[in-house]
């Protein structure tokens, strides 16, 4: 075998096994950084195995590495971390590990490397390489860990039912791989997440969730999602999700089934951006739909305000998932709420207001939402596709015209509440919030162009037909009237 380590690596690699030969230490470099080697992917951190104290061989190599090297002991799991230019090294020692059934946490003994390399949880993640000097670059592959990477398979060292239940989060793992390097999951161990799907009630949803970000930003993200469907995973993670699944017929007419659709849309979007929660709002942009749809015999199937419903159902997602709640969550809606805005101007004419009004509410995330709206095209019909295509190409034509006039995507009226206040002499209140508003809608709609001396002439013309009169000119902005 050929055994390549990057440069800064190797170097690295070097000095710990010179430390390992001083301690006398058996001692193997392991798991996702070895797998990484042969699938040729780029990895920045890098495991250690030891037959003995890991902690010990940790501090010699941070000693070693000099000042540059910060070194983490985390006493009570027996572990150790040397962070060193941007690279993590973890230390273990090989441990022997027992479960019982309510927790993940194991009853963990001093082992050998062999005893280590079954508590793993797939082949590929078994791989071992002996660096001390005269092993150097031998391959311990007990679980035919090579054989599966060339097969393009996840498959568990033991018994999957003993893999999974012992800890559950295994199973979104399996799923992760599978998603993100292109590999199938071997047909026993697949049906052992579906045996055992309901044990992942013991695994925190912070750590789901963070599978799922992953699953998520793989290159053909559906891969995941299909398998977290096929497996059960879906239903009791997601059920929003996989209510999307399936087809009516009324009337001999069916829709589309909402999920395929989805996860056509998901993929679309991740050929055009690596963001994640642009990709999130992707596999959630339908989830109104089972609740929004109806049959009326004259018009087929509709999903009516479905986007409306869909942005109402998230925050209880995010909520259940421990997914972040603030800026994230009022993107996802956001993008959400406006997915079916850009296809509507499509069909009709696309006036300058209409175009003014989105940029308005879509603000500086108008291109993520081009790009989702782009991704929903999942028609069959060619000629359906060119004509969407072509009609948001002329969507986005108009909207930058209409940006560089206008300036709408971080849009503030020049006239605002407390100038309306003091121009009137009015307290807060309903009033005020009306002025505003007429503002607003007169820039949106074109009525008046966004400059001061315009929107200070319409607002005296407004505020007269309420009977109100300019008590005092605006003070911050006399110069200009
Ligand atoms: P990545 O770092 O890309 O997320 P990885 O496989 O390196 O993937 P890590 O979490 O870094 O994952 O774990 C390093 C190694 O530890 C794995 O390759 C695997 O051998 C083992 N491992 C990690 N998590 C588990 C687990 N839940 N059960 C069993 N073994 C695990
Ligand atoms: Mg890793």
Not at 338 to 367: K, Q, V, Y
Not at 404 to 422: A, H, S, T, W, Y
Not at 440 to 447: F, P, R, V, Y
Not at 459 to 464: M, N, P, W, Y
Request: aromatic fraction near 8%.
């Amino acid at each position: 075998m050929e055994l390549y380590f990057d440069k800064r690596h190797g170097k690295i690699v070097e000095i710990i096994a010179e430390e390992a030969d001083k301690l006398q230490m058996e001692t193997y470099i392991i798991g996702g950084y070895v797998r990484d080697i042969f699938l040729r992917r780029a990895s920045k951190d890098i495991d250690v195995v030891c037959v003995g104290s890991g902690i010990r061989l940790a501090q010699s190599v941070a000693g070693q590495l000099g000042t540059q090297a910060a070194l983490s002991v985390f006493k009570n799991f027996g572990t150790a971390q040397v962070k060193y230019k941007g690279t993590e090294i973890e230390f273990v020692g090989a441990r022997k590990e027992s479960y019982n059934r309510n927790s993940r946490k194991p009853i963990v003994e001093n082992g050998t490397l062999e005893d280590d390399l079954k508590r793993r949880d797939f082949t590929i993640n078994t791989l071992a390489i002996h660096i001390n000097k005269e092993n150097f670059g031998e391959l311990i592959d007990p679980f035919n860990g090579l054989q599966d990477m060339n097969d393009l398979l996840i498959r568990t060292p033991l018994d999957p039912d003993i893999t999974f239940c012992d800890d559950p989060l295994r199973m979104f793992r399996a799923i992760r791989f599978a998603s993100l390097l292109g590999f199938s999951i071997y047909p026993e161990t697949f049906e052992a997440i579906r045996r055992n799907k309901n044990r992942i009630e013991i695994i925190s949803k912070e750590r789901i969730a963070d599978e799922l970000n992953k699953i998520i930003l793989s290159p053909c993200p559906s891969v995941g999602f299909e398998l977290l469907d096929k497996t059960g995973l879906l239903e009791i993670t997601l059920p929003e999700l996989a209510a999307l699944k399936g087809v009516e017929t009324k009337e001999g007419v069916g829709h589309k089934d909402n999920f395929s659709h989805t996860m056509k849309v998901l993929d679309n979007l991740a050929q055009t951006s690596d963001k994640l929660w642009l990709r999130w709002a992707a596999l959630f942009h339908d989830i109104g739909k089972p609740r929004s749809k109806r049959f009326d015999p004259k018009t087929g199937w509709t999903f009516h305000t479905h986007e409306y419903i869909g942005m109402k159902m998230l925050k209880e997602i995010f909520r259940r998932m421990k997914f972040p709640l603030g800026d994230k969550l009022k993107y996802v809606e956001k993008l959400i709420l406006l997915h079916m805005r850009p296809i509507a101007l499509s069909d009709d004419e696309i006036t300058d207001s209409a175009i003014r009004r989105l940029l308005f509410e879509a603000g500086s995330d108008i291109d993520d939402l081009m790009l989702l709206c782009e991704a929903d095209i999942t028609s069959k019909n060619p000629g359906k596709v060119r004509q969407f295509l072509a009609n948001f190409k002329l969507v986005r034509s108009k909207l930058k015209e209409i940006e560089e006039k206008d300036r709408i995507r971080n849009f503030q009226p020049p006239v605002d509440g407390l100038q309306i206040m003091n121009m009137f002499n009015l307290p807060p209140g309903k009033i005020v919030g009306e002025l505003k508003s007429a503002v607003k809608d007169a820039i949106l709609d074109g009525i008046v162009p966004n400059e001061y001396k315009a929107v200070y002439d319409f607002l005296v013309e407004k505020a007269g037909e309420k009977g109100l009169e300019v008590v005092s000119r605006d003070p911050q902005n006399t110069a200009t009237v």
